[in-house]
């Protein structure tokens, strides 16, 4: 089964072209199934990029995904296309106000790691969406600074600066094979790193409630979780595509900033040659663990999330 969006939304033509398996309103309404729900708060800049990475994983199972976009209504985006955020999205006051419920959530990484939490212009409200998802929502999932702002909103883990930017693709372990999220996976994967600080590791493996997942001494802390997995946290990006890394890196440089050859990424660290993608698999893999989870976990009635 496919993912549900607007024909109009650019992601559309991208994932249909490569085949993958997308559904637009009018025909998943003619549907007497119950789809599962799932919230998106896109941080990220490179908007269209992003709603395209996460659909992409989101579409790789048998289920029916209803996705809502949402952005911060304290924050104006300078890069999204015209109209897009007011045509696709929805303000996120809007579902606060509404007590909207959803089975999934997934908060993106942004680029205001190097801020204190409380200097993000939206932080409020984003601290008040991460408030709200604890009783109207049955699974969140964080990523990169979302991880770390969810961290630092329910359990004040600070997060720390590392001496250089961590960016490339990284080999993780997993500690425990048994939890729903790993099914399936290899004794070793790898997933893109891309960010400039990381959350304290003594803070969370010293908190009862968390759990750390995964983790590398050159990584930290990778995947986490709390509340049987109710709340997800996974400090890299697995759902990045080939260039993302690429796009990122030449950035960088035409910028004239200190940045180093992303890790275990070009041939050779030959700059000239493409990517080898060694990580979509467990990606997509990831995804589908978690949409399984919250599909066999979540109440049929929203209504009853506690």
């Not at 289920?63 to 015209?82: C, K, W, Y």
Request: charged share 25%.
């Amino acid at each position: 089964m496919p993912i549900r969006i607007p024909r109009s939304l650019p992601a559309y033509h991208t994932l249909s072209e490569e085949n993958v398996f997308v559904m637009t309103d009018d025909r998943a309404d003619h549907q007497d199934i119950r789809p599962i729900h799932i919230g998106m708060v896109n941080l990220m800049p490179t908007t269209v990029d992003t709603e395209i990475q996460l659909l992409r994983l989101l579409s790789n199972s048998p289920l029916q995904v209803d996705i809502t976009f949402l952005r911060m209504g304290s924050h104006e985006s300078r890069n999204a296309p015209p109209g897009h955020l007011e045509k696709f999205y929805i303000g996120c006051e809007r579902i606060l106000r509404d007590r909207s419920r959803f089975d999934g959530l997934i908060i993106t990484g942004a680029p205001v790691e190097t801020l204190d939490f409380e200097q993000v212009d939206y932080w409020d409200e984003l601290a008040a969406v991460i408030d709200y998802s604890q009783a109207n929502v049955f699974s969140t999932l964080h990523i990169c600074w979302g991880a770390q702002a969810g961290l630092y909103r329910r359990y004040g883990v600070p997060k720390k600066s590392l001496d250089k930017k961590l960016f490339g693709i990284f080999p993780h372990r997993i500690n425990d094979r048994h939890s729903p999220l790993f099914r399936g996976f290899d004794d070793e994967f790898l997933a893109p790193q891309s960010r400039h600080t990381a959350s304290d590791r003594e803070a969370v493996a010293g908190n009862p409630r968390l759990t750390i997942h995964s983790e590398t001494p050159e990584t930290g802390v990778f995947i986490a979780s709390a509340r049987d997995f109710r709340e997800i946290y996974v400090t890299g990006h697995l759902e990045y595509d080939p260039l993302t890394l690429d796009r990122e890196y030449r950035r960088d440089i035409a910028k004239g900033l200190a940045i180093t050859v992303p890790r275990n990424y070009y041939p050779n660290d030959d700059t000239s040659k493409p990517p080898v993608v060694r990580w979509r698999a467990h990606a997509h893999l990831f995804f589908n663990n978690w949409l399984n989870y919250v599909y066999q976990e979540t109440p049929y009635d929203l209504r009853a999330l506690s």
